[in-house]
């Protein structure tokens, strides 16, 4: 169990449900009215990043108005490739994320590096030495510390030894869990995240056993990081983060959407409150299994919640391949908006719960971050304009980031790239590769569809 701030993460405790500021954490005023609405719609915590001192300062003048004004909920700062920041930031939140793919890893830059068994034993120790007065200072704070593993950010040193893999994703979280243990700091949360689900869902799976054999017991916050917008990005977060609740896998999640962050509050809550519903469904489902068929019967007349109950019951067999095929039959009318629902609906979701297991690939494909402070071009508008270009291209991929954190790793099985790179520029990417750099905003977009027609 983790204490932060006013509530309990994990153990007999509730799922807690969070969401993190798209708003300059410079700018107090807009960060307490982000946070107020996130709060308002039923956010236990609330993240901010803190990509710099002057950043991880203000989080004491926000902490500040926000409790005059009646709201406790816990911050968390969010600190990439700075560990001062995060020695700062600890001071003034009740929770600190620290990234170990950049905590004192240098950024990662996909290169081949080789290591003695002595050499990396050295590089440990470089972490250890870093991150021990952190750990002081957060206990001294009564600071809890979410240790974050992203697919995306791995670093070097991890790739070179272990791939790109779930077992390397579990050994750079372990890396770090065993010296907070060893020092007897146990206000740990932990999260795994990935924008494909197969990996996330496995990489957890995998920590989970990795932490049972050296009897670790720690919470873990789950997410299907850069998940997208609308319909699709709610059915891959349900497929991801339901594979591994219906497992009774998970103590807090976030459901990232490249929407207003108050949006992912509802989400997040129905997922967490069909968990019985959806264990049970999933049993039916499995029993179902025929010809590579899951047929799921379900009884649910809402359309959206239809979807995420679906997506939650059948994710985890799909993500295992027990089967690769799926076929929904409703045992009551669904309606939206009150309009009746269709067996070509029905079709449609089906098709969009396989994509989100990475079965089958009916449309185009949009890995884009929910954006935060670190976001310096408006990802909303830039979203939509992207998917009115591309969306007859099936079966592409196309990662649109804020900013370089996760770019370029979470985009590596990505087609193309769409990555803030500073205020106002953008640079492309096809695949792994930086192909142009530092574009104005108002011309990236172009200039991206040109690079996919020249390689059509």
Known sequence: MCHVGPIAIGGSNPIRVQSMNTTDTNDTEACVAQAKRI?????????????????????????????ADGYTAPLVADV?????????????CEKVRINPGNYVDPARTFRQLDYT????????????????????????????????????????????????????????????????????????????????????VQ?????VEAMDREDMHYPLHLGVTEA???????????????????EGIGDTIRVSLSEEPEREIPVARQLVENIGECARLRAQAEASISDDTITLEIDEPDWQLLQLK????????????????????????????????????????????LQAARIKFTKTEYISCPGCGRTLYNLQDTIARIKQATSHLVGLKIGIMGCIVNGPGEMADADYGYVGAGRGKISLYRRKECVEKNIPEQEAVDHLLRLIESDR
């Open 310 to 353: 679906a997506a939650m019951a059948v994710g985890a067999l799909l993500i295992d391949r027990k089967a690769t095929k799926l076929v929904i039959k409703p045992l009551s009318p669904i309606t939206h908006a009150a309009t009746p629902i269709g067996p070509q609906e029905l079709v449609t979701l089906a098709d969009a719960i």
């Open 228 to 246: 997208g917008e609308g319909e699709d990005g709610r059915i891959k977060s349900a497929v991801g983060i339901g594979a591994l609740l219906t």
């Open 80 to 92: 990439h490739f700075n560990a001062h920041v995060a020695d700062v930031a600890a001071r003034y």
């Open 39 to 67: 709060i308002d719609a039923g956010g236990e915590l609330v993240r901010l990043t803190t990509q710099g001192t002057r950043e991880a300062e203000n989080m004491k003048n926000i902490s500040a108005r926000l409790k």
């Open 203 to 207: 990489s957890v799976r995998m920590l």
């Open 117 to 200: 068994d002595e050499q990396y034993r050295a590089e440990l120790k470089k972490i250890e030495e870093r991150l021990t007065p952190f750990i002081n200072i957060c206990r001294e704070h009564h600071t809890a510390v979410r240790i974050g593993v992203n697919h995306g950010s791995l670093s070097d040193r991890i790739m070179s030894r272990y791939g790109d893999t779930p077992a390397g994703i579990v050994e750079s979280c372990m890396e770090f869990l065993r010296i907070f243990r060893q020092q007897q700091f146990s206000d740990v949360v932990i999260s795994i995240k990935a924008s494909n689900t197969v990996v996330m």
